[in-house]
């Protein structure tokens, strides 16, 4: 069985400090990779997607920056935070494109920027 | 760009009673979006409850039914009898069946189940 983790659950950062947000997929080989945000109140919406190891597509500006430096692994990060990263980061993954198929989520990352 | 509007904010049901969570799209781009309701019960993640590609099709899963309306632009999510254990909040969701690898969710409503 495929399995998603994600870390870490729930981060309180300052302004201006880097972050790191991680995501391991287990038991599915070339998986699709995504990270989806939902500020508080707003809409989830789709950040960046990986198709394979090294390659990856923004979707949002957010000044904010992902890497998929392995087969099972996806990042998101930053440098430098904003209030407005504050949200729920999603990660997820897929068998095939056009989402014909089901994505599977992790259970989230909660981040506080204050 | 394409959109999902469903109820917002929060809904209360009675257990036993009928559930109707309203959703319509707008795909300015895409004829015939696959069409999704996803649900976060407590604790877990997000997962899908049911998914429509073909229009006027109807998606079942867990007693909870969607119908894939494209005249009315409609995926209403019912229920006939709902429990307790269907509290959560549940996600209206599109994605363009052309290959653009991007869902696009509604706000998402949260059911609470009254006993």
């Known amino acids: 069985a495929q399995t998603i983790h994600q870390w870490p659950v729930a981060e309180i950062k300052a302004v201006g400090s880097p972050l790191s947000l991680g995501c391991t997929i287990k038991g599915k080989s070339s998986p699709n990779l995504y990270w989806y945000w939902q500020a508080t109140g707003g809409t989830l919406q789709q950040l960046f997607y990986s198709i394979t190891v090294g390659q990856v597509e923004s979707v949002v500006q957010l000044n904010l920056s992902a890497s998929r430096p392995k087969d099972d692994q996806f990042i998101l990060s930053t440098e430098k935070l904003l209030l407005s990263h504050s949200g729920f980061y999603l990660c997820?993954?897929?068998?095939?494109?056009?989402?014909?198929?089901?994505?599977?989520f992790g259970e989230g990352s909660k981040l506080t920027v204050l | 760009g394409d959109s999902v509007t469903q109820t917002e904010g929060q809904v209360t049901v009675s257990e036993s009673k009928s559930l109707i969570i309203n959703c319509t799209y707008s795909?300015?781009?895409?004829?015939?979006?696959?069409l999704f309701w996803y649900v976060r019960y407590p604790g877990e993640g997000l997962q899908l409850l049911l998914k429509?590609?073909?229009?006027?099709q109807k998606g079942s899963s867990r007693g909870f039914e969607a119908t894939y309306n494209k005249e009315t632009t409609s995926f209403h999510l019912q229920k006939a009898s709902v429990q307790e254990s269907d509290s959560a909040v549940y996600y209206c969701a599109l994605s363009d069946p052309g290959g653009a690898d991007r869902l696009t969710f509604g706000k998402g409503t949260q059911l609470i189940i009254q006993p």
């Open positions: 795909a300015t781009s895409i004829a015939y979006p696959n």
């Open positions: 997820a993954w897929s068998r095939d494109r056009g989402h014909t198929g089901q994505l599977y």
């Open positions: 429509v590609i073909t229009a006027g």
